[in-house]
């Protein structure tokens, strides 16, 4: 079954780090397009990051130059380094599979998502 | 950037009701639109990619519409399990993938 799995998440004071970990079963993180995507409490989602299949990655401004993603394509899994966290920070993080469909024009979509990790921000 | 903008925030409906929810681009994003459905503890489940293409497994009764600045989603005849939290997404402007802001949807 294909599958995503997060883990990581918890409880970290500001300024702290955190490494989120995503599993991923029955397709290969290394030949796909794979993102990160957060909810804070009673917010809608917000893209995060992503990493394309050929190793580029992108960030929101809001995490860009303290989060990094990353994966292992031995372990088949996905990676989101978190530091300097912030009160802003807190949400439950999702990772996702993003797929593409070609006709003239490529249309990306995220078809493939975990349950999430919760990471609260706090002192 | 893009802001992706929904409507209603909230709605009401009771089982057997067509319900329209609307997503408005801040500039055109052609068909590049894409519809999730958001249950608490669950994972996100995407319903329609590109605006109108209905992603395998999602029942007919979902169908999305709309190009340039303005999307919608459509259920035909509400189900008990639709009752959840709807976003739109832009792919237009790619690598931001952009949300809306969510549409709840409850039991009246």
């Known amino acids: 079954e294909v599958q995503l799995v997060e883990s990581g998440g918890g409880l970290i004071q500001p300024g702290g780090s955190l490494r989120l970990s995503c599993g991923v079963s029955?397709?290969?993180?290394?030949?796909?397009?794979m993102s990160w995507v957060r909810q804070a409490p009673g917010k809608g989602l917000e893209w995060v990051s992503v990493?394309?299949?050929?190793?580029?990655?992108y960030y929101a401004d809001s995490v860009k130059g303290r989060f990094t993603i990353s994966r292992d394509n031995f372990k088949n899994t996905l990676f989101l380094q978190m530091n300097s966290l912030r009160a802003e920070d807190t949400a439950v993080y999702y990772c996702?599979?993003?797929?593409?469909?070609?006709?003239?024009?490529?249309?990306?979509?995220?078809?493939?998502w975990g349950k999430g990790t919760t990471v609260t921000v706090s002192s | 950037d893009i802001q992706m903008t929904q409507s209603p925030s909230s709605l009401s409906a009771s089982v057997g009701d067509r319900v329209t929810i609307t997503c408005r681009a801040s500039q055109s994003i052609s068909t590049f639109l894409n519809w999730y459905q958001l249950k608490p503890g669950k994972a996100p489940k995407l319903l329609i990619y590109a605006a109108s293409s209905l992603q395998s497994g999602v029942p007919s009764r979902f169908s999305g519409s709309g190009s340039g600045t303005d999307f919608t989603l459509t259920i035909s005849s509400l189900q008990p399990d639709d009752f959840a939290t709807y976003y739109c997404q832009q792919s237009y402007s790619t690598p931001g993938y952009s949300f809306g802001q969510g549409t709840k949807l409850e039991i009246k």
């Open positions: 029955e397709f290969s993180v290394s030949s796909n397009h």
């Open positions: 996702a599979r993003v797929s593409s469909y070609c006709a003239g024009d490529c249309f990306f979509f995220m078809d493939v």
């Open positions: 990493i394309y299949s050929g190793g580029t990655t």
